[in-house]
């Protein structure tokens, strides 16, 4: 299989890696935070090992001409090794179960992001084929490009299904990407208020060309998809992701390495440990140093009424003016509300800008919303690290340390367990992470609100909401 070229990735994975330390040994893992039981239908270590980047000279200079070029420490990273521990090919998990994890270099296994998170396309393809035949005609009936049928194809064979008729229809997705982004446009009344962040959305890289040049053609020039940027004549864009504060540790420490390390305006991401009482004064803070750097605030998780608010007021009263970024799953409806909300407290347009991921790229109904795929660091350096965010309860949180899963075979409690590697298996259940591989096991019926947490996992978990919400 042709390697990837390193351009494969969101450009703040490149921002990231220049502003942490590539070289460190981190531990990412991926999930689903919902959508039910679902199957695995591939090997997750050749499947990775599948994604592997090839640092090549040409993209490195390609890197220079977008703004995003990389220093020895990510060249070495991206050309290092990744181990992998992963739940067999045949098996099913849970919502909030690690379905497999991947350990090596920071800058490598965070640079395998977005190309990772489109397997929940596969996944949910897999699951259909064994659950609903006719909601999978229906759903893979018609696909945005050859290479997302060939994907439809290459599933269902893996799991022993039949496929159903899969026809290729470019221009209509095309067509419905253009319309959104025009709708989008209007709203904003100006589509250099608008960037497009939806490769993780895609189902393979052919489809997000598509989606981004609808978007090139509505007037939206800027993309997080590094290699698509270059192929399209498009700004790349991207600065922070969650994973940077928490191997950071603190948003003071993780803002001033980003506005310190890499050049241009930064966007602070505020709601890895909590927006209102950590990210928005740790952001001011720096802001209030140096106000014609144009820095922004990233909001994200929670309540963003309430934190727009909040900050727009101890903006005026610190006498600063951050430019204000909305993400997380942004449409329409939301777009309306904010720009509602902009009008009523006086903020310029030009001051307010907008992410769109999912809304634009995503072809419904199997897209990584409908599932909440994710790709979280859980340990950087030996230490154990996790988001917190600002939903109540567990929301968006994460799973720190090194997760591996135990599954009930014998006696009562839950079905799933997320442990940590090298604890022993609590009484009744076995290992399922890294465990033979064994035909295509029964489909999992029961699926509680969240799987429970072995004594390890529970006592980091602890140790991480003490620490930051006391």
Known sequence: MTPHRILETDAYKLSMAEAGWPLREETFYYSHRRGGAQIVPFDAARMVAALSPEVRREDLAALEELG????????????????????????????????????????????????????????????????????????????????????????????????????????GYYRKVLATVRELSEIVLDPARIFEVGMRSASCHEQHVIALAACRDAGVRRTSNVRAASELGLKAVGTMGHEHVQRYGSDPAAFRSMRDRWPGPSSFLLDTFDTLRSGIPAAFELIRQDPARRDAIRYDSGDKVAQYRAAVALSREQGIRPVHILEDGFDAAQTRVFEALRDEVGLPPGEQLYGYGGTIVAQPPLTRDRVAAVWKLSQSGGAATMKLGDEAGRGKESLPGRPVL?????????????????????????????????????????????????????????????????
Do not use: K, N
């Open 406 to 470: 135990f599954r009930r075979v014998s006696g009562e409690g839950p079905i799933g367990i997320v442990g940590q590697e090298g604890e022993p298996p609590p009484e009744g259940t076995l290992l399922l992470t890294a465990s033979e591989p064994r035909p295509l096991q029964p489909r999992i019926v029961e699926v509680p609100s969240r799987p429970a947490l072995s004594p390890e996992t529970a006592a980091l978990v602890a140790t991480h909401r003490e620490r930051w919400r006391r």
């Open 68 to 171: 995003y070029g990389i220093g020895p420490g990510a060249r070495a990273a991206l050309a290092g090794s990744v181990s992998v521990r992963a739940l067999p090919m045949g098996t099913w998990f849970l919502p909030g179960e690690p379905v497999f994890s991947a350990t090596g270099p920071s800058a490598r296994v965070s640079w395998l992001e977005p190309l990772v998170l489109q397997l929940h396309y596969r996944i949910q393809v897999a699951t259909l084929a064994l659950t609903d035949q006719a909601a999978l005609a229906s759903a893979v009936g018609r696909v945005t490009c050859q290479r997302q049928r060939e994907i439809v194809l290459e599933t269902l064979d893996a799991v022993g299904a039949t496929a159903p008729p899969v026809e290729v229809d470019e221009e």
